[in-house]
């Protein structure tokens, strides 16, 4: 068959494939299965004739697009985020636990080993923190200033930008490096518990900083601390997959984990900024009652908790 | 599932239930860094217009900080998220779609987004550029995390209508490909210069009995033929 004679013969077909891909005439969407089909066949036709490259390469592009629609799914709403966040996060980390153990570990043993040197040898803190450190801290955790733990008098809003723009892209970079079998992560979280348990332990042994300190911290802590640990988690279940990919090819057992601790990682990044929020407007004002915040540091603490253990159990939810 | 990869022009090759192969043609690293370098710069001039309206105090300091957060992180996400273009993949004519040709969701332009992070290190994207030139398809960590490709957008080429001559018929039965040759140079014939046409003709001889011009005039004699 001549070229031509196939193009009149077919010419209503693409037009019809046409205006359904672009979604824009009033052709009926139910036909599109079978449009799809006789455009593939015309295609494999045009294809094996040996007609010009200009009409093959309409007609592939339009299979391509005519695909796209056929085959594609429905991309989730961003309703999925409530589902995420009621069941799906606390599921995974409870799957992912061996790897939140890891995490603990990697984070609270330095914390622990810094704590207990600096309180046997507090000399040894600024060593840790940097010279003139722990008198810093001292000042900026000193009784009686309206706001805790800042420099001077920094606005609350101007805090809340510098937490998210510090601690959660701190956090973002330790989820991502996961994929170099963890060990970056693995070093920012044993630096981050290394400077916390110093920080812990200069502000415990201190008396006049000890209850502006701990009213500060215990509120966003249940988050931050947290969201550090499970944050760390699926960056140590990343670099694992790489590291052992068991059956599976490493490339695709990357791809397997990271589609897999995808909401933890969100899960985390939310907790976050949830703890860059109360730190600026919660935990930093002393004109709140300190036996407020701490109570409401518990609660948050017991929240936090029983949400990773308990949420999402139920089949329904 | 990755699909197969041509070795001649590196576009990748999927069988469709229809019994046909549909192809993608992936991306090498230099249109995606031009890409990536006029997204940074409406990243970087809109965080330092915002820095002139915003740092006069101590809480426009903190909006300032909030939105560099959002831009930073955020922008190539949201873009990719709707039909998975940025501004500058969008003037590259470049597009980031699923390894199966499906357009990406949020969840995939978040773990590409997030992975930019690892790509990056140890310095200027050597770890993206070297999963780049590794592995099939040019694709960097992101892309590996979140099962993507970035493709090049094709446009259907603009079908110039060989000018029709008399229809002559081919001294020989032709192949397809032999078909789809001829085919091509009638209609491309206005765009190859003069001399390189007649050394295409000389080319033809043995087909033709013809030399230089007067055989690319047979060819396309015949073209004409096969289209009508």
Known sequence: MK???????????????????????????????????RLCHSLSLARSRGYAPSLVQRLHLLANRSHARLYGTPGEAPAVLRTWISSEFPRRVRTMWPYLVASLVAFLGPALVAGIIVHIHPHLSDSILGPGATDHLKSMFAPGSERIGREGTENDVQMFGFYIWNNVSILFRTMATG?????????????????????????RDSPENRVPFFTFVTTHSALELTAIVVGGSAAFRLGWAVLRSGRRS????????????????????????????LEAFWSANATIEPGVRVAAGIVLWSLVLAYFALAGRSRAA | MIPNLSPIDGRMDRLTPEGITLSLLPVGPGPRLWAYLIDQ???????????????????????????????????????????GRTPGK???KIRVVRVDGQPISWKEAFLRGLLLT????????????????????????G???????????????????????????SP???????QRALMDLAERSDDISLERLEELGDIASPYTGLRGKASVQRLRAIASGLLK
């Open chain 1, 3 to 37: 070229q031509r004679t196939f193009e009149k013969l077919h010419r209503s077909l693409w037009e019809q494939c046409e205006e359904l891909v672009e979604g824009n005439g009033f052709a009926d969407p139910l036909k599109l299965p079978s449009l799809h089909r």
């Open chain 1, 179 to 203: 994929v170099f079998l963890g060990i970056p992560s693995l070093l920012a979280i044993a630096y981050n518990g290394l400077h916390l348990g110093t920080v812990f332990s200069v502000m």
């Open chain 1, 250 to 277: 490493r490339m695709d057992s990357f791809r397997q984990a990271s589609i897999q601790s995808l909401p933890v990682m969100g899960g985390a990044s939310l907790m976050m900024l949830g703890a860059a929020f």
């Open chain 2, 41 to 83: 710069c409406v990243v970087l001039g809109l965080i330092i217009l915002l820095a002139m309206l915003l740092a006069s105090n101590d809480a426009g300091n903190g909006v300032w900080l909030i939105s560099m957060f959002l831009l930073w992180w955020g922008y190539p996400v949201v873009w990719e998220s709707f039909g």
């Open chain 2, 90 to 92: 969008r003037a590259l």
């Open chain 2, 118 to 141: 690892a790509d990056f290190l140890p310095f200027l994207f050597a770890t993206g550029l070297l999963s780049m030139l590794f592995v099939p398809g040019f694709r960097r960590l």
């Open chain 2, 143 to 169: 892309d590996l995390a979140a099962g993507t490709l970035v493709i090049q957008d094709e446009v259907v080429a603009d079908p110039s209508t060989p000018r029709l001559l008399e229809p002559e018929s």
């Open chain 2, 172 to 178: 020989v039965p032709l192949l397809p490909l032999e």
